[in-house]
């Protein structure tokens, strides 16, 4: 049914200045050919007038006109235009939060988040490497391991109207490997890829977790020299220190995988079970050390072995590990390639060598590494490493192959925990307004002429007293405000007021710059 | 099990090269202090040598030593480091393409939809409006409405691990009206805010439409004036001028829904079937005319009034329509006032009138328009229009609203056809190369001081053989070559070649620019 008018005024404040005439005093603006100084009466840009859908409807029926002009009221202005859905369709109001552990991004947080990716990518252009994306839904196999990862029990899954199971990506290499293997031959190696992509992961709430991230990933594919951990760390510190992240700050614990490897060869351990231990380790400051222990014995390593396990596992440093491995390993040579390669790159301080680090995924093979806090108070900020073995595993020939991934969550709590999140407001160029509603079309080509010179320009859409401009011109951050007024319009000029000195020109049209 | 070296080599054909050192003669460069033009033995990064990983493990209990070692094969170099996965694991190749009807970029295609991305940002920049987001993953109940929409039948939805009805959206208009609910009083109107978001319907594959798209979005939200439409189809004709595309590839249908609803008022069709009569109507392309009619006559318009609703969509000029409905109406008065102040932001060549466009979806309630190519091959490129009443719809307080979405699909079939897609090309300042192993570490300090500077740097992180390393810069597109060779680093040096040209000259490190 059609509310009346005054309802609708009620029911809609903010549209009250469209539905009256008002008259307001306005601030000084000194500009002697505008006479701005007097009051001035906006007119509304149309007057109300009763609606007669039936004047001149000459070829149509008119049956049931009168009746149809009856259930409008032959109501007023715009607010007739069209009734407002029966009530049964607004008693519930929508949670107007978006679902549980995910985001909008208001204005003001998409500035953060365009500015945190813009860093991403300029990084990424630095070092020469190619951005890539991939469906964020994604068959639910690409991602299904056999090694009791966390990742896996938080998949967000589920069968579409299809019956395919499928899934919304928790993580982004599974599908660069997938992309990869169906690249095959056709490629030149080796890739340096790099993507930003959302990941979804379903987990209890419990944490303040959100159950998505975007994740800004760094790969090469084709390279088994331990330069290519090298260069991703030096990306990852690349970025920091653009954000204003100092080696105080945070710093990067180093392992290898193969020192667990040749640590396990010892006690008997089928390689076939090694990433099950990783995963195992991996929960070592999660949970208890009994319940880790009683994990490892149960993968099949002896008692003996665990407690050899968690004594290689605690040190830190290179040399002590090189003491008990022996220096012919790969996994010391690896380590000692890397620390020597971060000298040459200028970021030494940055790293240390923590045993303890192995990553969460299943599918790395060599050098693991991981972002950390020095405070010890945040999630691991980034992690990668080498992953050699994972194109087998869908099937494909396996190619060397290295990358992280950096989430956009814990870098913002650490930006925010060190006063670094930049100040990022919203920057116009110019705000135009026109004096007069009739001179909307003017001020249009004005806003026009601007943007075909690549400036950008507000347009002010509405009859709005001059206070109201200043107001919005300090709202949208305006370098300057130009107002299209009836005699100088006439004269081929408008009134351009640079907001930060106040100063005033009348300027021609087509000097306009 | 452990696979021996030499069908390794079969299984990694690419990995030959690093498993061997090999001799080449290298192409002539001519550097008289480098010395490159006599062969060069490229020695391997590391050489093999046997796994040992029991030697120094004085700490670790020696069980099963000899077995492990056994079971290793004792083989060499990295090819050992881990044995395959199980043979049961790699049986069964994963379909190497992305889940039907979604997309992979790779990098030429990432490069494309980055390009059309930045156009959209640039062109919402210069409009003066802001950038927002929303999930991708909203619940269902945002997306249902009651008008038997084509969108709702290809809902991508499912109940999640928490047993919510949860959808992948399908356009981003319904998540921005709940930002701007959930906003409420916060934020100062109008707002201006764009979203490149993307979409997923769940379609049957047969017309070759995907299942998931982007979308550009612009909305205004606060002004009730047509200049908010005007404004919005200025900013999609200065986006296409951008792009190359102009008046005479494609235009803008433009009609309102008040055209409709005038004529259905005299009809007695009450308010509420008005969104599914327009769903009705927009199908008329797609299916024969009886069956529009039995759809119409089943909403209960009359068979007279089915008629003169036909014969009133068929008009396609806007004299003809004032003729017929008067010109008191708002329909006539908003179209009007649109194609006024079309001329004065200087897109008139682009839009005509159009009874028949009433766009797909249920919540428009004033103009309306859609972008068509000329040539009537392709589907529509962008729609939108007003819609006030939607936010109530959701239990909120109702706003003036328009705004379109703009796909990334059918404008790039468009720039296909007109030979307008950008040759976009991988382009990388520098690529830097060590012309000995021993340099690695060298070239990354390179690598490293040029990107201090802001300059991109492709850097090689295996020795290899300079013909390999010219071709490797000429698919980076290196601006020049930076060669790192024993004799000038030792006098801080470094040899600088500029690849278009042929240039060469040494250069010492710190006047690197």
Chains 1, 2 share one sequence.
């Not at 050919?33 to 007038?49: G, K, Q, T, V, W």
């Not at 760390?233 to 995988?257: C, E, L, N």
């Not at 806090?373 to 945040?378: A, I, Q, T």
Request: charged share 25%; hydrophobic share 40%.
């Amino acid at each position: 049914m059609p509310a009346n008018p005054s309802s609708l005024l009620i029911l809609h404040p903010r549209l009250n200045v469209y539905l009256k005439p008002f008259v307001l005093s306005l601030p000084h603006f000194s500009s002697p050919s505008l006479s701005l100084n007097r009051a001035r009466r906006f007119p509304i840009p149309r007057p109300p007038f009763p609606i007669s859908p039936t004047r001149n409807l000459s070829s149509l029926s008119s049956t049931s006109v009168a009746q149809s002009s009856g259930e409008n009221g032959g109501g007023g202005g715009r607010s007739g235009a069209l009734s407002p859905p029966p009530i049964t369709d607004v008693v519930q109001k929508i949670d107007v939060n978006p679902p549980k552990g995910t985001r909008d991004f208001a204005p003001e947080e998409m500035r953060l988040r365009n500015w945190l990716f813009q860093n991403f990518r300029e990084v990424s252009r630095m070092f020469g490497f190619e951005e890539v994306d991939f469906p964020v839904l994604e068959s639910e196999a690409l991602f299904i391991r056999k090694a009791g990862e966390e990742i896996r029990d938080q998949l967000y899954c589920f069968e579409d109207r299809g019956n395919r199971r499928v899934a919304l990506r928790p993580e982004l290499t599974p599908s660069l490997a997938r992309l990869v293997i169906q690249k095959g031959k056709s490629v030149s190696l080796p890739l340096k890829w790099f993507a930003i992509g959302q990941c979804w992961r379903y987990e209890r709430m419990t944490r303040g977790r959100r159950r998505e991230h975007y994740q800004w990933n760094m790969d090469i594919i084709g390279v088994p020299e331990v330069t290519a951990e090298a260069e991703l760390i030096s990306s990852i510190v690349t970025f920091f220190k653009r954000i204003g992240i100092t080696a105080s700050d945070v710093g990067f614990k180093v392992s290898s995988r193969k020192v667990l490897q040749e640590v396990l060869r010892c006690y008997s351990i089928p390689e076939n079970l090694f990433s099950k231990v990783c995963i195992i380790i991996d929960k070592i400051e999660k949970i208890p050390l009994d319940e880790i222990k009683k994990e490892l014995k149960s993968t099949g390593v002896s008692e003996e072995g665990v407690e050899e396990l968690l004594q290689v596992l605690s040190i830190k440093s290179l040399a002590k590990l090189e003491e008990i491995l022996g220096s012919a390993g790969e996994a010391v040579a690896d380590l000692k390639q890397l620390f020597s390669l971060a000298e040459k790159f200028g970021y030494s301080e940055w790293i240390e060598f923590d045993a303890s680090v192995v990553r969460g995924l299943a599918y790395y093979t060599g050098i693991v590494f991981e972002g950390f806090d020095r405070e010890g108070k945040l999630r691991a900020i980034c992690g990668g490493g080498r992953y050699d073995r994972l194109l087998s595993t869908f099937g494909g020939e396996d190619l060397p192959a290295c990358g992280f991934g950096f989430g956009d969550a814990v870098i913002v709590e650490l930006l925010k925990e060190r006063g670094l999140v930049p100040e990022l407001n919203l920057r116009v160029e110019n705000i135009v307004c026109a004096l007069d509603v009739d001179l909307q079309g003017a001020a249009a080509r004005v806003a026009s002429i601007l943007r075909e010179k690549g400036q950008s320009v507000d347009l002010v859409l509405e009859s709005k007293p001059l206070k109201w401009v200043f107001k919005r011109a300090a709202r949208v951050n305006a370098y300057r405000l130009i107002l299209v007024g009836s005699s100088e319009w006439q004269r081929g000029m408008v009134s351009v007021k640079i907001l930060s000195s106040g100063e005033q020109n009348e300027v021609k049209l087509d000097e306009l710059e």
